[in-house]
């Protein structure tokens, strides 16, 4: 079974910057795919970044230019770094990570909440 810990997360003040961490244990098989997710209020759950095993990234048209993911493969660590943070970026984000078990699964984390305040 997969374990996500999350952390990073927390108040900042608009234009302000986070790092958010998601570390991944309990595996031995491959990570293809990590990345973050985050549900507003009131809102659905929507992607925010991915990052294949290969550093290939996508992002969400609203943090293009903002946020930047990475991934350390030798620590199964995910990492989020957003910058000029704005109060629609409030929500709570979630890791999640896809796993090439027999058969493929996807875990997600507890989630962290983000505040940025205006």
């Known amino acids: 079974q997969v374990q996500l810990v999350e952390s990073g997360g927390g108040l900042v003040q608009a234009g302000g910057s986070l790092r958010l961490s998601c570390a991944a244990s309990g595996t031995f098989f491959p990570i293809l795919a990590m990345g973050w997710h985050r549900q507003a209020p009131g809102k659905q759950r929507e992607l925010v970044a991915t990052?294949?095993?290969?550093?290939?990234?996508d992002y969400a048209d609203s943090v293009k230019g903002r946020f930047t993911i990475s991934r350390d493969n030798a620590k199964n660590t995910v990492y989020l770094q957003m910058n000029s943070l704005k109060p629609e970026d409030t929500a709570v984000y979630y890791c999640?990570?896809?796993?090439?078990?027999?058969?493929?699964?996807?875990?997600w984390g507890q989630g962290t909440q983000v505040t940025v305040s205006s």
């Open positions: 999640n990570v896809y796993v090439l078990e027999r058969p493929p699964a996807n875990y």
């Open positions: 990052i294949t095993s290969e550093l290939n990234t």
